[in-house]
């Protein structure tokens, strides 16, 4: 029995220690019977607020429970000892002199701290481990064609000297297995770093969120960070390839004049430190070109008036779609890479690049939402066909956010409404289609191109409504932007619209490219004698490429 209590489990005042307590002071934290409640107020150094004890007890109802003292709630958190405590505890003098504050508060900045760190765990740090195991593969995956290059040409000078250098062949033959091997045996020990590494990635992650989803006190106050650790990415193994030298033959210096194969370099560099979210938020500044210009110019294959968007995949090559069932990567060079054909073959109405490289596609007739990885086609959304007394919808145009979820505009079914659909794989996380007063944000017009900008933005190019409809992450309008108020001669008739790591909002009207400021402000016009202007996006360098409906042609072009 505790030995403050009598045989009737009575609590006594934590002043007197005789008295039953009838009052708390949420102040002091301190326990009070009638005589203790006038003195405890005489003390006019501090403030208090008295209240009844049966009061104080329901509104304790959310603290934790003291783990030394059953009748008590946690109230507090000791700063210095990092634990949950009572007001027990603290008048105990175990505590004296530390700081103390809310538990609540405490525990919910903790709980918004392990939030952080799994979101950057999960979103940042272990797809960047992922991406450096996956390099690792594709170096080893090529070994054998870098290797084999090597070796034909060893044989090639070999076949010139004929049995005079039979014996040299040989012994560079060996050299370079030996040195494929020793390569191999590099990356094989990079790779079993970095999968280790993966694999603690992934039990932290599941720790993690076991901690949340128990809501247990003790494991969320006793949680510390390990993701500065993890910042610091592992090793990376840098080998230089050696080359082949072949010389002129001559019989009295052979084995010199065969060629040299220096040894294999290999060279350990030390991994990147990540930056830490914050950090990355601030990209460096680039100021606007006075005068752009284009850099490339790539002939796409598509009839006049008929290329409709482009997409970037890298800084030489992009995707493109047209008014057919035919997607097609090409380069530069307007080589073309790779074609993919529709799976229903209908004509896709938009595409767009994952940031794991893979191709998207939404097919409006089909009302499907199509991933391509490796050429295989897979459905992730498919939207319902007319129920009734219940809207269909259609879906338009696609763009991947930073979080790897999709968004998707849609039409409706009676062409009367539209809105903006966040996906995070296949299941719907959020819906945007009415302001605060609960008016349409976008028209119901067929053309909704949409970006989101570095600052979370999502940014719609209403064609119909000649406007720029930007929301914020929570999908609450912060402007629209209809054109430049000088221009009174053309319309404002938005189409392609991309955002930049400026957070620049870059849109394509007529036969020219408006660049505004993530506020809406107006700032430059691109034009470099674009001709119908359309699809738009831009690479991880802030090159602009363009597709232009009425030549067919994508442009890339430097604006920064």
Same mark, same amino acid.
């Given at each position: 029995?505790?030995?403050?209590?009598?045989?009737?489990?009575?609590?006594?005042?934590?002043?007197?220690?005789?008295?039953?307590?009838?009052?708390?002071?949420?102040?002091?934290? /301190?326990?009070?019977?009638?005589?203790?409640?006038?003195?405890?107020?005489?003390?006019?150094?501090k403030d208090h607020n008295v209240v009844p004890f049966i009061k104080h007890i329901k509104s304790t109802s959310n603290?934790?429970?003291?783990?030394?003292?059953?009748?008590?709630?946690?109230?507090?958190?000791?700063?210095?000892?990092?634990?949950?405590?009572?007001?027990?505890?603290?008048?105990?003098?175990?505590?004296?002199?530390?700081?103390?504050?809310?538990?609540?508060?405490?525990?919910?900045?903790?709980?918004?701290?392990?939030?952080?760190?799994?979101?950057?765990?999960?979103?940042?740090?272990?797809?960047?481990?992922?991406?450096?195991?996956?390099?690792?593969?594709?170096?080893?995956?090529?070994?054998?064609?870098?290797?084999?290059?090597?070796?034909?040409?060893?044989?090639?000078?070999?076949?010139?000297?004929?049995?005079?250098?039979?014996?040299?062949?040989?012994?560079?033959?060996?050299?370079?297995?030996?040195?494929?091997?020793?390569?191999?045996?590099?990356?094989?020990?990079?790779?079993?770093?970095?999968?280790?590494?993966?694999?603690?990635?992934?039990? /932290?992650?599941?720790?993690?969120?076991?901690?949340?989803?128990?809501?247990d006190v003790s494991l969320t106050s006793s949680y510390k960070s390990r993701n500065s650790e993890f910042r610091t990415?592992?090793?990376?193994?840098?080998?230089?390839?050696?080359?082949?030298?072949?010389?002129?033959?001559?019989?009295?210096?052979?084995?010199?004049?065969?060629?040299?194969?220096?040894?294999?370099?290999?060279?350990?560099?030390?991994?990147?430190?990540?930056?830490?979210?914050?950090?990355?938020?601030?990209?460096?500044v680039k100021p606007l070109l006075d005068e752009p210009r284009i850099t490339a110019t790539i002939d796409t294959g598509?009839?006049?008036?008929?290329?409709?968007?482009?997409?970037?995949?890298?800084?030489?090559?992009?995707?493109?779609?047209?008014?057919?069932?035919?997607?097609?990567?090409?380069?530069?060079?307007?080589?073309?890479?790779?074609?993919?054909?529709?799976?229903?073959?209908?004509?896709?109405?938009? /595409?767009?690049?994952?940031?794991?490289?893979?191709?998207?596609?939404?097919?409006?007739?089909?009302?499907?939402?199509?991933?391509?990885?490796?050429?295989?086609?897979?459905?992730?959304?498919?939207?319902?066909?007319?129920?009734?007394?219940?809207?269909?919808?259609?879906?338009?145009?696609?763009?991947?956010?930073?979080?790897?979820?999709?968004?998707?505009?849609?039409?409706?079914?009676?062409?009367?409404?539209?809105?903006?659909?966040?996906?995070?794989?296949?299941?719907?996380?959020?819906?945007?289609?009415?302001?605060?007063?609960?008016?349409?944000?976008?028209?119901?017009?067929?053309?909704?191109?949409?970006?989101?900008?570095?600052?979370?933005?999502?940014?719609?190019?209403?064609?119909?409504?000649?406007?720029?409809?930007?929301?914020?992450?929570?999908?609450?309008?912060?402007?629209?932007?209809?054109?430049?108020?000088?221009?009174?001669?053309?319309?404002?008739?938005?189409?392609?619209?991309?955002?930049?790591?400026?957070?620049?909002?870059?849109?394509?009207?007529?036969?020219?490219?408006? /660049?505004?400021?993530?506020?809406?402000?107006?700032?430059?016009?691109?034009?470099?004698?674009?001709?119908?202007?359309?699809?738009?996006?831009?690479?991880?360098?802030?090159?602009?490429?363009?597709?232009?409906?009425?030549?067919?042609?994508?442009?890339?072009?430097?604006?920064?």
């Open positions: 029995m505790h030995p403050r209590r009598s045989a009737q489990d009575v609590l006594l005042c934590d002043f007197c220690e005789t008295a039953p307590l009838q009052s708390h002071c949420k102040l002091c934290h /301190i326990n009070l019977c009638v005589i203790c409640v006038g003195k405890h107020l005489s003390d006019s150094s603290y934790p429970k003291c783990p030394k003292h059953a009748e008590k709630h946690c109230e507090m958190f000791c700063e210095k000892c990092a634990i949950p405590v009572c007001s027990t505890c603290v008048t105990s003098g175990e505590h004296e002199g530390h700081k103390f504050s809310d538990v609540l508060k405490k525990i919910s900045s903790k709980t918004e701290s392990l939030q952080k760190d799994l979101e950057e765990l999960e979103t940042r740090i272990h797809p960047r481990y992922e991406e450096m195991a996956s390099d690792v593969q594709t170096e080893k995956a090529e070994l054998e064609t870098k290797y084999g290059k090597l070796t034909t040409a060893a044989d090639q000078q070999g076949e010139l000297l004929h049995r005079e250098i039979t014996a040299i062949v040989n012994k560079r033959k060996s050299d370079i297995a030996e040195m494929k091997n020793k390569h191999l045996a590099a990356l094989n020990k990079n790779t079993d770093e970095i999968t280790n590494r993966i694999t603690e990635l992934r039990q /932290i992650i599941q720790d993690l969120k076991k901690i949340l989803d128990s809501n990415l592992p090793s990376k193994v840098r080998v230089t390839l050696p080359s082949f030298s072949p010389q002129k033959i001559n019989k009295d210096q052979l084995n010199e004049m065969f060629g040299s194969l220096p040894p294999l370099s290999i060279n350990t560099e030390h991994g990147d430190t990540m930056k830490s979210a914050e950090a990355v938020s601030s990209p460096p598509y009839g006049r008036y008929e290329l409709r968007s482009v997409s970037c995949l890298s800084e030489d090559q992009v995707w493109t779609r047209g008014d057919n069932k035919t997607m097609m990567l090409l380069n530069l060079q307007s080589e073309l890479l790779t074609s993919i054909k529709t799976k229903s073959g209908n004509t896709p109405r938009d /595409i767009a690049v994952t940031r794991d490289g893979d191709l998207v596609y939404t097919d409006y007739h089909d009302k499907t939402v199509n991933l391509i990885k490796n050429k295989q086609i897979q459905t992730v959304i498919t939207l319902q066909g007319w129920i009734p007394f219940r809207q269909g919808w259609r879906p338009l145009n696609v763009c991947c956010t930073a979080a790897n979820n999709l968004l998707v505009t849609m039409e409706s079914d009676d062409e009367t409404q539209s809105k903006v659909v966040r996906y995070s794989g296949s299941k719907e996380k959020q819906s945007i289609q009415f302001d605060d007063q609960g008016r349409p944000l976008y028209s119901s017009g067929y053309y909704k191109y949409l970006s989101e900008n570095r600052n979370l933005d999502i940014c719609v190019a209403d064609c119909d409504a000649r406007a720029v409809v930007v929301v914020n992450q929570s999908g609450k309008l912060r402007f629209r932007y209809t054109g430049h108020p000088s221009n009174t001669k053309q319309p404002f008739d938005p189409v392609g619209i991309t955002t930049d790591s400026q957070s620049h909002i870059l849109t394509a009207d007529n036969d020219r490219i408006h /660049i505004l400021d993530q506020d809406g402000q107006f700032l430059r016009y691109i034009l470099c004698g674009l001709e119908d202007p359309s699809g738009l996006c831009v690479d991880i360098r802030d090159n602009l490429f363009v597709a232009e409906y009425r030549t067919a042609k994508v442009k890339k072009i430097q604006y920064l």
